[in-house]
């Protein structure tokens, strides 16, 4: 298996590394990450020249408090600039907010939708994910993968998805599916969309463990 060592990926990616000091400093201390990647260093170099992020992602935080949209949101409530929309969004006392956590370990992701899957149904984005993707494992992000994302690149001082919306594979109890978008000054806006639902913003903005 392909290795690359986390100066290399530093040298890599630059800014667009997110490394656990950011969000350490949003939910507290992180579990360190490993000083390697299982990627190739040509792969992760033509990965960032296309833009995209490497961020590490905890399950939890040092002291084993699970990392969950409510988390989240409790976190950010002081500066919802930073945060979700809204001083109680509609989703944090449901039962996926305080369930779903990311998947530990260093990942991949682009900071915009891949241009094929916007405008889009669920379904259609899926096919266009699959076709370009071929034999790599990207995939939907969870909404909480997204929103720690977010919140990550917002705390090494840029913002993603400003005027985009990233399609999660996360389904709110109504069967409707987790998209998160439109961060502005107010904050990360959250909505759960059926599967017929399309636009010209809304895409999908796929990760890759590394």
Known sequence: MASLSLADARRIFGARLLGPEGMGRVVGDLPSPPESLSIDADLATRLAREGCALVWRATATADGRPI???????ATAADRSRGFKGEEPWFVDLPFAAEETPETGWAVF???PWPETLNRTFGAGDAALRTRAGSFAWRR???????YDCFAAAAAGERVL?????????????????????????GLEVI??????????LGICPTLLA
């Not at 969950?68 to 409790?74: D, I, M, P, Q, V």
């Not at 400003?162 to 502005?184: I, M, V």
């Not at 759960?192 to 913003?201: E, I, L, P, Q, T």
């Open 162 to 186: 400003e005027r985009a919306w990233d399609w999660s594979g996360t389904a709110s109890t109504d069967g409707g599916l987790l998209t998160l978008g439109g961060f502005g000054d107010a």
């Open 192 to 201: 759960a969309y059926s599967r017929a639902v399309k636009h010209d913003a």
């Open 110 to 112: 682009a900071r915009a």
């Open 68 to 74: 969950t949209l409510a988390r989240l949101h409790e």
């Open 141 to 147: 992000r969870r909404a909480v993968e997204i929103a």
